[in-house]
């Protein structure tokens, strides 16, 4: 069983930065894919991006360019560098691997215009 808890979230104007931290504990950590997702009020959740035990990324459309996604694989965590942020990146954002376990409580990124 793994414990995910993510953290780094907060408020901040369009056009800032903000870097979110995952922790995992409680299994294996460097095996598994990682992926950020994000939940936006009254929508889906969805996937932004997610990085293999190899390093390989991908990224959604919304964020390629602006989001990077890296992992340290010793301190059981993942993390998602935001730049360029934008008011529709408002959401909560979770972190998970593949396959999926259990939810942690996300982090809120509000971005004001």
């Known amino acids: 069983q793994v414990l995910l808890v993510e953290s780094g979230g907060g408020l901040v104007q369009a056009g800032g930065s903000l870097r979110l931290s995952c922790a995992a504990s409680g299994s294996n950590f460097s095996p598994y894919t990682m992926l950020w997702y994000r939940q936006a009020p009254g929508k889906q959740r969805e996937m932004v991006a997610s990085?293999?035990?190899?390093?390989?990324?991908t990224y959604s459309d919304s964020v390629k360019g602006r989001f990077t996604i890296s992992r340290d694989n010793a301190k059981r965590t993942v993390y998602l560098q935001m730049n360029s942020l934008k008011p529709e990146d408002t959401a909560v954002y979770y972190c998970n691997r593949f396959p999926i376990a259990a939810w942690g409580q996300g982090t809120q990124v509000t971005v004001s215009s």
């Open positions: 990085i293999t035990r190899g390093g390989t990324t």
